[in-house]
């Protein structure tokens, strides 16, 4: 322990005092023990050399909050430090951290008093009522365990995110806190107390010490394999409380219908159903409810495709075509062909056989995309189509795939500045009336998070985007396909083969399955590979990677089996 020369009396001296405490109880080990002890352990969030444990120990370097937690955790769990209690313990680290901030405050020369640790229990600028504190406190206790796991394991915030929405959270500052997690893993980023304060604090201006509040987040959770658990406690608490809040709204409503002649029962009745109906929806089953329909699909698979048909064998056959509940991202650069194989998916959904499917086009007209549809379908030049040159042979066989292509059940909107709560509402209703199989978006860069997004803040919207597309896809049980053009995000890409490392980080986290488009030709007029096109299968969470070639026929707007050409 320093003298009082050295370090006087003070928050610094007080926190000294007590991990010196810790540190006697540890049987005083070594600086290079401890540094290597931090470095072996990865339960530990930070590392530290030997020198900086002994300036953090001499009182000659205020340590950072993970540094002092860091160091306290080890002391404490490697040091064999028994005698404290859970509840002691945290205890200490929350002291600890109060004099540490004290210390800081006094070396940046503000002496008034700092904001205490439980001034965030409610993550809000207004303290709840203290007839709500301990339900409050309940809340938080979860949500902040939650937090916790997340922070320390990637695998629990891929865990969380297929339960919990942001609106689940019951503290505003939490809700901060989750978008930001996810928003790093979309990214691909570090989940690091630093990295996760300094995206907080540039999303908000909550009035605590952000760095200091996340560090104590990761004394809440001991395993972060129980994060699915915790995250389930939070949803069936916020289910309640939207069941609460639906009597509230339902019962003011039957009170106002003396007064009101717009109201009437059925109006009630409508009100009631519809969000009954949307929360039932949400709710998963119980895994006995599901093992029969498993088993059934297990049996009847017997090498025949299981999912929707992407009418190309090879694919079909590896990939048992695109499955329920997946999310698909087709990538590739300019000119590669990547609307023209969506349309692919798409006529052999519905052309083929009368499965409805649901086309994003926000890139071609619907002109456009009929006449690519006949074209492809008769084996009409497109070029024909489009400038009048039409023979007599290639109207009989437009002739005969009319009726086939009338009558498919494809629906299609081409509305720019379409916003994902548009397409949510648009498959949820083509799912309940019209039994949607096979959803195709063209393409995810020109989609909007909501209508007010800017250009600048696209980029920044896209992981949202995603993750919410794979929870649609997920809830509505169809695959969703999302076309994206990798030359736009990826420099000195042009003439390559495409790799998974070409598209945004989130897209490879979210989605199930990846295909990279690529065509030698497109680049090569002489190549050897001319008319051939690569489905490079990079990802596939449920199956495996692999590279089938087909065949390309521009002049027909279409991609086709080789077999086939």
Known sequence: MPSETEVPPGAHRKMLAALHETYVAAGRPGLRQISVGLKDDDSIPATLNYQAVGKILNGKQLPSPRQLISLTLWLHKEGNVDSKTGSDYKELIAQLMQFREAAHRHQLGIESPEVPLASAETGRRIQAPRNAQSTVKMENANERKVLSCMLQSKDAIADVVEILRVSDFSNDLHKEIYNVLLELYAEGREVSIEETANKLNSHSNFDIDSEQYISTLLLEADNPSEASHHAEIISDNALGTRIGALGRKVAEMAESMETRSDLNAQNLLDVLEGELFSMVRERSTPIGDSLEETLDEVEAAGGSIIGVPSGF?????????FRPGELVIVAGASGMGKSTLGLDFIRRCSVAQPRSSFLVSLQMSRVEINMRILSAEARVAIHHMRSGAMRDEDWTRLAGVMPSVAAAPIYMVEEPGYTINQLRASCSRLEAFHDLKLVVIDSLDLLYLDASESAGDHDRSLAIMVRELRKMAKELNLPVIALYPVGRISTGYRGRRPELHD???????????????????????????????????????????????????????????????
């Open 313 to 321: 064998r090879d694919f079909d056959a590896l990939n048992s075509g």
């Open 503 to 565: 598209i945004p980080d989130c897209l490879e986290n979210f989605a199930d399955v990846v295909i990279l488009l690529h065509r030698e030709d497109a680049y090569e007029r002489e190549s050897p590979r001319a008319g051939e096109a690569d489905f490079i299968v990079a990802k596939n969470r449920n199956g495996p990677t692999f590279v089938t070639t087909t065949a390309f026929q521009g002049h027909y707007a279409r991609f086709v089996d080789m077999d086939k050409t």
